[in-house]
């Protein structure tokens, strides 16, 4: 059993900057492949980000080259790093593990709001 609790969320600016964190706690965090997912009001929960246990990463389309996804298994936490915020940016973002595959665990969520 994994449990995770993202921070970080709030309210900014177009262009701006945020910070997501993800800590998790339980089995052993290293072991998990991480992603970040989100999901705006009326749409389906989409893919943001993913890095694996090797460190790996890929993101989607929308948010490469704006968003980095980086991890500390010493602190057992997974970041999510995103500039260049634009307005369709606006969702509740989710932090997940996956440890075959697909992914077993989720946060409650932190919402995102940009603002124009």
């Known amino acids: 059993q994994v449990q995770l609790v993202e921070s970080g969320g709030g309210l900014v600016q177009a262009g701006g900057s945020l910070r997501l964190s993800c800590a998790a706690s339980?089995?052993?965090?290293?072991?998990?492949?991480m992603g970040w997912f989100r999901q705006a009001p009326g749409k389906e929960r989409e893919f943001v980000a993913t890095?694996?246990?090797?460190?790996?990463?890929d993101y989607a389309d929308s948010v490469k080259g704006r968003f980095t996804i980086s991890r500390d298994n010493a602190k057992n936490a997974v970041y999510l790093q995103m500039n260049s915020l634009k307005p369709e940016d606006t969702a509740v973002y989710y932090c997940?593990?996956?440890?075959?595959?697909?992914?077993?665990?989720w946060g409650q969520g932190t919402q995102v709001t940009v603002s124009s």
């Open positions: 890095i694996r246990r090797s460190g790996g990463t």
């Open positions: 339980g089995r052993t965090f290293s072991s998990y492949d």
């Open positions: 997940a593990a996956k440890l075959i595959t697909s992914y077993n665990y």
